[in-house]
């Protein structure tokens, strides 16, 4: 074996010298390092002297990478190897090995194919058998649309289905399930040997399984059926009798796969006819199939409980009888359907047979029943979800939970009736049950209406510790509608009580009341005099406004007024005063009502959104049109311009919230702009630095500043398009080329500038790299001019670099930008603390006191990870804190909450002072693309996934001041 290696080397070397004598370059003795795989690996099996050598050889060589190159040497090697080795344990690693090894890009893995089924033929271990199948399972998934190829493995699997070994058996049924065809072949493909195989039905074949004996080829045989299904085959209708009779086995996996295949059947047949078993009656198959899974909600295995709950959610197309019995527990008569007067009498007068009184129940059936013999799919899927919603598992609870929500949204009638079970579980005993029906029962609740014994159960989760319960109760208030004013009472109440408990919910429970309001002004009409305290005729004291409790009255009172004009003639003074107030302070929460003698201002006229939200698009549009034309005008008059559009843009996105982001991009982007103007005016540049100081520290703070402001357009919005991460980097290269500039104008010598200035070269080559499909869309720009002077770039001296900067600085033109139909802006809002409070954390120094933090994200990309919370103390230091990820909620799309704690601590202090709390965006980029491992060595430990290094943060939210006072510690 060694003479025949060195041979094939000698010939691989001396075509490389030929190659060189007609080639200039002698870069093809590299094709040397193709064969040093399989030689190093030749030579470590020569020297094992046992099967245990060997297979250690082997190990340590699964550890290392094989290029594509040397994949074809190793797998001649192996397989030599193979063809020698009496060991069925190294026959087995290298047949692991060559399915491994198959797997490498720009391999051809089907030159192996005749070698691996020649192995078979001779192979006598049942493992390794299985092992080869396995990697033919590999080949054959990774090749093309080659049908001969496929039928050859077909029918390799048909031969080794008769195999002793389950391992075995299992393969060949994966076999026919991944590559079986799923159509009928062309006659052109059917001919010589594979006409056998073309003709075989795939299904009878993997059928034939369903009742083998052992439990894991009978998994194997309905995993290799649904796959077939994947895979585009329609299965047939006979398959359904043998799967429904698998949902009895012995075997949880056997009754877990029947499920999904019964479920899969019901798909594809739901109005075919079955016949009811001991019955003369029919049925809709997708009627049967529900009952039967119905019944799968009692099985013994929680597993398959779980499975079968979560699909009864996605089976729409039941008959609505049949849905409404899985929340009746009765059953039928006997276990069987009773038949009417009429039939009985029809039956009795052809026997000829009538009672005579002289027998105790003479006149009762004659047959017998076999109570075991039928069970609960016979009659219906009768108290299928009260099962699930009783079921001693938690996670079945909660599929069933889900699969009732999903019916539910589908059908109003199954909503109203399964409102009691849904409310039952929210005295469920685990937390994740009764948050997961609160929120099931919020997204129905346009299908229902709560009755006040309902509502009732409802307000007692109230009182959980749970603040997640409680804000979720919250948003279900929001969103539900109650039948009576006393219902509006009871929530109120209620919600005062929770306010008193719990004094931080108190922005969820004034959002709550508000939506109360706004969805039951005629309930609440009635009530306003209670709520307000006034009188027809006395003077009522006037409430505290400070009272949280009071101003969430106000707030359910101001919401129901909008649609109900004739409340406001029941507000007294005070109350149209606290209006005035609450309207300036929480407008958020206090709609605009039309008030008895006073006009409404201005805007909020009924004029539409829709239609103030085009005229907002057709201003911003027209303000970026109004800027396209600055490199036209004076330097004076672009920077007047480029000011009043700013501020023309910051306004509009105060006032129309849904151009907001796209208002204050754009706002930020000619704000750097302006800076980049007044950096380049003309009397900087003409003057020597010494006696231009104050302009020159104007121009480098200039330049720092589009730094950070480039960092916020690129990482705090959304919705970005690639032409537009363009501009904001070409802007940022804009202001990293001042920098050099005033870099070399202020340092001397030129030593230093010899890395800036080629860390700046990488810089402009990068950009290249990144955004070459975006160049068309920065014509006549700074990256443009620079691109073409690269050559002259590279050659050049330090000093004549930053001439040829300062130039193109000066002549590239403004960018115009073009927006998308949406941008996002990430904000954050800290809601606790509040910064109010004058009375200071007080602690021991050197201890740590916990401060909570509550706040809302919204539009924050992956927060788990890019948000951190910054105190800085009053002596400058700062401590940056990573919040966990458990601490963080998803209330909704583009929403997020967090809710954690963070441990303060210092020295002593003389008196109280301020810290100060607010929120980090990180960002970062990774260096280049991310080290991933051989797809074939599963064995080895990995190279650990490489995440990008955090460059720096960026302001979320404003600055939360909270007093803290630490004591010096007792002695």
């Known amino acids: 074996m060694a003479a025949h290696l060195k041979k094939r080397v000698y010939e691989e070397f001396s075509k490389v010298v030929q190659q060189h004598s007609h080639e200039e370059t002698p870069t093809k003795k590299l094709r040397l390092s193709k064969p040093s795989k399989s030689a190093a690996l030749h030579i470590d099996l020569c020297k094992a002297s046992s099967p245990t050598d060997a297979l250690q050889y082997l190990l340590q060589f699964a550890r290392k990478p094989v290029e594509a190159d040397s994949v074809e040497g190793v797998v001649r090697i192996l397989l030599e190897h193979y063809y020698k080795e009496t060991d069925s344990s190294v026959r087995l690693k290298i047949a692991s090995l060559l399915g491994l090894l198959s797997k490498t890009q720009g391999f051809s893995s089907d030159c192996i194919i005749d070698d691996v089924i020649n192995t078979l033929n001779s192979e006598k271990s049942h493992q390794v058998l299985a092992q080869l199948l396995d990697t033919l399972l590999v080949i054959g998934t990774q090749l093309p649309d080659g049908v001969s190829v496929r039928l050859r493995l077909i029918d390799v699997a048909c031969k080794h289905l008769a195999d002793t070994y389950f391992g075995v058996r299992n393969k060949c049924l994966q076999l026919l399930g991944c590559l079986g065809p799923v159509d009928k072949p062309p006659a052109s493909e059917s001919q010589g040997g594979a006409v056998g195989v073309a003709s075989r039905d795939v299904q009878g074949i993997i059928s034939d399984y369903f009742g083998d004996q052992d439990p894991r080829v009978r998994t194997a045989a309905i995993k290799a059926m649904l796959q077939l299904h994947e895979r585009g085959m329609k299965l047939q209708q006979t398959v359904y009798s043998q799967a429904c009779k698998l949902l009895s086995d012995d075997y949880q996996q056997v009754r877990s796969v029947a499920v999904q295949m019964v479920w899969v059947l019901s798909q594809l047949y739901p109005e075919s006819i079955v016949p009811i078993p001991s019955s003369n009656e029919e049925i809709r198959l997708v009627d049967d199939s529900f009952g039967k899974i119905s019944h799968m909600v009692s099985d ?10 979560k699909i009864l959610g996605s089976m729409q197309q039941v008959s609505p009888h049949f849905l409404e019995q899985t929340l009746d527990k009765k059953l039928m008569s006997d276990l069987r359907r009773k038949r009417t007067a009429h039939e009985r009498a029809k039956e009795l007068y052809s026997s000829g047979e009538f009672s005579s009184g002289r027998k105790w129940a003479d006149d009762a059936p004659k047959e017998k029943v076999d109570t075991t013999a039928v069970n609960l799919m016979d009659s219906g899927a009768c108290g299928a979800f009260v099962h699930g919603l009783e079921d001693e598992m938690y996670e079945v609870r909660i599929a069933a939970v889900e699969a009732l929500c999903a019916l539910a949204q589908s059908s109003p009638s199954f909503a109203e009736k399964c409102l009691d079970f849904l409310v039952d579980m929210f005295n469920d005993e685990i937390e994740e049950v009764r948050l997961q029906s609160i929120h099931v029962l919020r997204q129905i609740s346009t299908h229902i209406t709560l009755r006040e014994d309902q509502l009732d159960t409802v307000l007692a989760v109230l009182e959980d510790s749970s603040r997640d319960i409680r804000e979720a109760l919250h948003e279900l208030l929001c969103c539900t509608n109650v039948s009576t004013k006393e219902c509006i009472q009871l929530a109120l109440l209620e919600l005062l009580k929770n306010l008193a408990k719990y004094p931080t919910d108190r922005n969820s429970i004034w959002k709550c009341v508000k939506f109360l309001g706004t969805r039951h002004p005629t309930l609440v009409l009635p009530i306003v005099p209670e709520l307000l305290n006034t009188h027809p005729y006395f003077d009522t004291p006037e409430p505290d406004m400070d009272d949280p409790a009071y101003i969430a009255v106000l707030v359910l009172v101001f919401n129901a007024a909008q649609s109900c004009p004739t409340m406001t003639a029941l507000f007294s003074d005070h109350t149209l005063r606290h209006y005035a107030y609450l309207r300036d302070s929480l407008s958020h929460l206090v709609p605009q009502l039309r008030l008895p003698g006073r006009k409404l201002t201005c805007g909020a006229e009924p004029s539409g959104p829709a239609s103030s939200v085009e005229s907002a698009q057709r201003f911003l549009k027209e303000s970026l049109s109004r800027v396209c034309g600055l490199q036209h005008l004076d330097t004076r008059g672009a920077q007047a311009l480029l000011q009043f559009t700013i501020r023309d843009l910051q306004s509009l996105g105060d006032l129309q919230m849904e151009l907001a ?26 003057v020597a630095v010494p006696l231009y100081l104050k302009q020159n520290a104007m121009a480098t703070a200039a330049a720092k500043q589009i730094l950070e402001e480039t960092y916020k357009l690129e990482f705090l919005y959304g919705g970005l398009e690639s032409p537009l991460v363009a501009i904001i980097h070409h802007m940022r290269l804009q202001a990293k080329a001042l920098q050099l500039v005033l870099m070399a104008r202020t340092r001397k010598g030129v030593e230093p500038l010899l890395g800036v200035c080629e860390k700046f070269l990488q810089e402009v080559d990068t950009f290249q790299r990144l955004f070459i499909a975006e160049l068309p869309y920065l014509q006549d720009s700074f990256v443009e001019k620079l691109l073409e002077l690269m050559p002259r770039l590279v050659a050049s001296k330090p000093a004549d670099l930053m001439k040829i900067l300062q130039t193109t600085l000066r002549q590239s033109g403004f960018l115009q930008l073009k927006l998308p139909e949406q941008i996002h802006r990430a904000t954050a809002t800290i809601i606790e603390p509040t910064g109010e409070s004058d009375n200071p954390l007080r602690f021991t120094s050197g201890l740590v006191v916990a401060l909570d933090i509550d706040a809302t994200l919204e539009h924050v990309q992956d927060p788990q990870t890019t948000v951190k919370v910054q105190v800085l103390y009053p002596d400058g230091h700062s401590h940056i804190i990573h919040p966990k990820p458990a601490d963080f909620r998803n209330p909704g799309p583009g929403r997020h909450r967090l809710i954690t704690q963070v441990y303060l601590s210092h020295s002593a202090w003389t008196e109280p002072c301020q810290i100060e709390v607010k929120l980090l965006l990180a960002y970062g980029s990774s260096s280049g693309p991310s080290s991933s491992r051989s797809p074939w060595s599963e064995n080895t430990e990995g190279l650990q996934s490489t995440e990008g290094a955090i460059e720096g943060t960026i302001p979320l939210s404003k600055a939360v001041k909270v007093f803290i006072m630490p004591k010096p510690a007792r002695r």
């Open 300 to 309: 013994g295995s929680w597993v398959v409980r779980v499975q079968a709950a």
């Open 661 to 686: 982001g796209a208002a204050d991009f754009c706002a930020t982007y000619l704000h750097c702009q302006l800076l980049l103007m007044k950096a380049l005016q003309e009397k900087l540049w003409s």
